[in-house]
RNA sequence: GGGCCCGUAGCUCAGCGGUUAGAGCAGGGGACUCAUAAUCCCUUGGUCGUGUGUUCGAUUCACACCGGGCCUACCA
């Protein structure tokens, strides 16, 4: 039992970017810290989960154009859908802001000015490619060209994926913007910096004392920044940026990473404000210290910005530093890599649309265990384990008792159950400090143990027989029912951080609703019973066939490609469309893969297609997939091809052979080198082999197909 | 190219310097029939990725290698 006084705590996840929709990946932080604040609040502490919409940066202002409407428009948009798909997945926050607010802009300001006060501002000249046509400043990545160095082609513009030399974008030879083709120019701009490196000694102090950090990220930002001086950090953007203006240099804005971690203040304050707190009282250490404790969740691609940015500028504006920084790692989908074609890439309301969304919050606390390594979502796995746990154990246990309390209700007194109830009691304290620790699965582990000796009891004391006994046997059959529904109950409790929906389900058929944690220290006796109702169904494996499914359709043209198989939510809005390998499982090939969208004919006549001679073909032995191919097109003309056919075709046997090729296909680095073209084949969604296409005897290289 | 994480039973993971290495699921056998083909009991199964080193002693620490995953911001 915890005895002190209630803590008060201030938790945020990451806030989610606006260019996106919340997928699989993003709920492995959002529920777990949903379960850490219900956590909190069951056991009496207060705690308020606060987060927001990241709106700012490059890549929303250039999705914005391409699709006609405002910046605003798209943002509102985007934070709808947001919204719904956490409250559908019972992700319940106190207060959900958006870093494009009044009250960010203000308090951008206002730290601002303390790091002007600090010291901490430079201004300085920065060398940057800038496309005419898009009229915008280029990040490295949307600068391509040939390397200075070993000359390879089509090399992004900050190193050389070839040779592995590093560079800045304007040594490259033949500079390109990827987002109009054109020719890049060099032009300066000032920059405002942050020299973080003023704040080198506080950041060693507290990465490596304050207890905020788990080891390995201690460890990690020991080793790879705090050993040397820190780079001054880039905090400005010229126009055309969207986000807020920097007021003491026009024309310019704020960085998307500067305002984004200042919306957990934000935030704060509207939420403060709508429900009679203080700002102060949450973010501004008193003298005597105002006992709150900040958590932030992240996942670990955004480390570096939560544990050395964001303290040092928390510290130097005199706010309130985190207690806790907890990092975890990124959700694989049956063991890979989430991916659009297999159908694993899987949205929020997706799920939401066929699957129980509290058994994968059950799911998820029971692989999350504080660590930052990934997390597998192996679907059969999930389907046999939820049912198993959920089903099996904790609902059946209410399920396979209830009934013969509805006309009884729960015997007077609490009878002798051998110890078990008082067990699970005293394991109270245990399975709470499990929770507090961050270790779910620990937590998991130990409920589902209670559970096993819940029914291990049902099983010896037989109340089915009791129950054909006739009336003499009543009153045993009362107190074994009364016994197997108090220990139910007492596992709701435990649960009802994980599984609030069901909590609250279960708490309407017996006890009334589940206030604190110690409800599970003393035994309901005495109360009405009412008849069992299904609390869950089992969940089928048909219901994640339809997920793979309806994840697998093509993404209209207006939705990005989130890049990510994880809660990563911000710093990368370039990310460039993911490659992926086409090999998916499902029968019928029509079925499978539904028509495209109707095209014109000049939409195809833009796909110049020839036929080829394949010249030679030769294994990559570190590729999983892929055969080089060089065919010719005819006279000198030579392609060098990276074709995904590997394990479907023999080298060999491919010399010589005419194909089909898409000759005007944008050349694409790949591992293994350039690929010019691609090789055109069938293959079915699901069907096994890949087939090359052969034209009729008599064509000859470079002959175009219409 | 750089960096991080992980490799323990068929699967998912726990253990992390010290007696015969654990759990859940799956597999095998049995029991029960109240329950959403749920539950209970018994049981098969591992040279703890490989190699060197440190140590009285290594699955546990260090290094190297192999394999897998992930990140890579004008900043790693």
Redesign the pocket.
Known sequence: MHETAPRRLLVTSALPYANGHIHLGHLVEYIQTDIFVRFQKLRGNKAVYICADDTHGTAIMLRAKSEGRSEQDLIAEMQQAHRSDFDGFHVAFDHYGSTDCPTNRRLCGEIWQSLHAAGLIVRRD???LFDPTAGVFL???FVKGTCPRCQAADQ????C?A??A?Y??ADLIDPRSTLSDGLPEVRSAE?LFVE?EKMHGFLDEWTQRSGALAA?IA??LA???LGEA????????PAPYFGFEIPDFPGHYW?V?FDAPIGYLASTADWADAHGESFDAWWKPSAEGTGVEIHHFIG??????HTL?WPAMLQAAGLQLPAGVHVH??L?VN????SKSRGTFILARTWLDHVDPEMLRYFYA??I?G??????L?L??FV??A???I???I??L????M??LVESGLSASYPDDGGLFARAAAEGEDIAAAYDAG?L??AM?MI??A??????F???R????L??AGPDAAAELQDVASIAVNLFRQLMVYLAPVMPALAEEAAALVGGPILAWNDAQTPLVGCAVKP???????VTPEQIAAVLAASQQSTPASETSP????S?TK??P??DTVETPADAPSPSPLDAEPLAAECTIDDFTKVDLRVARVLSAEEVPEA?KLLKLTVSLGGDTTRTIFAGIKGHHEPASLVDRLVVVVANLAPRKM?FGLSEGMVVAASGEGAEGVFLISPDTGALPGMRLR
């Open positions: 920065v060398q940057q990040a490295d990545r992004y513009g900050d190193s994926e040779c592995g590093t800045s974008p920059h973080l390995p460890n990690y080793g790879h920044f820190l780079r001054d950090w880039d905090i400005s953007r960085y990473w670990k691609d955004i480390t570096y910005f940015f790692g990124f694989t063991g890979q890599k989430m029971s692989k265990s660590g930052i390594d990934d997390l597998d192996d059969n796995d046999a384990k049912n198993a746990d089903v099996g154990k609902v059946n209410a399920s396979r008792t009934r013969w270790d699965a620990r582990r589902m143990q559970a096993d000796r819940a029914n291990a049902v099983d010896e037989q109340p089915w027989k129950a054909k069992f109702q299904p609390l869950k169904a089992r890049n990510q198989a994880s990563k710093g990368s370039m990310d999983r591992k």
